[in-house]
């Protein structure tokens, strides 16, 4: 049975509970997900809260419009909706991160057509407990529409320093951030449309903590024409190349101009190549 929420408004700024000179707390694990949505895709969002909740997660928070619609068993699960500010996606996360419970030091966001693997979630959540790293990520699953393998993205420890001159290789579905590193470097960048991501993870890799990694697929990415890096190829690939610029040292970002068309051809042609992979798919079935 599905609900209609309407949903209050909520105003909040990102809130550092870090104090100057004080050393991260030992990570207690209790993860907290963020899922911004627009409400329009509601079969998606159902797949996607179910595999958060497979995972053990009981901090869940959605960011969406006016109204939502969700099913009721969902919501008996623990899910909170908070009213999208409407300044973009970047801020729809920065303020449901904000919300999340006092005890939650863990946390993410995930697309409301994206998925977790809840198999490897605890896997990644004990390695960034053990290794006492800001941030953890795994490699990730391509799928299409219809949630069929498009191809695995077998990201490594080598694509973090690689991110700052070439494409951006770490994942953000599955990724898990400490929240006091996440207030440290200010959160996302909300005059970001699509590179968001890209931005606060070369931060976090200035860290002097920096990154783990699982050699495990920890999310789904689901690829199709209504989804925002699909869908928006084009202003993507700009914007990251905008935002890997920025965090390049001086004299690197005067010479970034021998290197960087090239290099977003061919990120922009990784993009066409998965979108024929999908329609292939999409004929076959």
Request: proline residues 5%; contains cysteine; hydrophobic residues 40%.
């Amino acid at each position: 049975m599905t609900a209609e929420i309407k949903i209050p408004e909520v105003k909040a700024i990102m809130r550092d509970r870090k104090s100057e000179g004080e050393e991260a707390p030992t990570l207690v694990g209790v993860v907290g997900v963020v899922i911004p949505t627009l409400g329009n895709r509601p079969k998606y969002l159902e797949e996607s809260l179910r595999s958060v909740i497979d995972s053990g997660i009981r901090n869940i928070l959605i960011v969406a419009p006016e109204t939502v619609n969700i099913s009721q068993d969902l919501l008996s699960q623990g899910v909170t909706i908070l009213r999208d500010p409407g300044r973009g996606l970047a801020a729809a996360i920065n303020l449901g991160i904000s919300q999340l419970p006092g005890e939650v030091d863990i946390v993410t966001w995930l697309g409301d057509d994206d998925s977790l693997i809840a198999a490897n979630h605890s896997a990644a959540v004990d390695e960034l407990k053990n290794s006492r790293k800001s941030a953890v990520y795994g490699s990730c699953e391509y799928v299409d529409e219809f949630g069929s393998k498009l191809f695995h993205s077998r990201s490594g420890r080598w694509a973090v320093p690689l991110m700052r001159f070439g494409p951006q290789l770490v994942p953000q579905p599955g990724s898990l951030l400490t929240r006091s590193a996440f207030n440290e470097v200010g959160g996302l960048d909300e005059t970001l449309h699509w590179a968001f991501d890209l931005d606060l993870f070369i931060r976090f890799a200035k860290l002097r903590k920096g990154f783990a990694f699982i050699n495990s697929p920890v999310a789904q990415f689901r690829w199709h024409a209504d989804s925002l890096t699909a869908g928006s190829r084009k202003g993507s690939v700009r914007e990251a190349s905008q935002v890997s610029k920025k965090h390049l040292p001086g004299p690197l970002a005067k010479l970034c101009w021998l290197w960087e068309p090239i290099l977003s051809w061919l990120i922009f042609q990784a993009g066409v190549r998965v979108n024929h992979l999908a329609v292939k798919k999409d004929t076959a079935n």
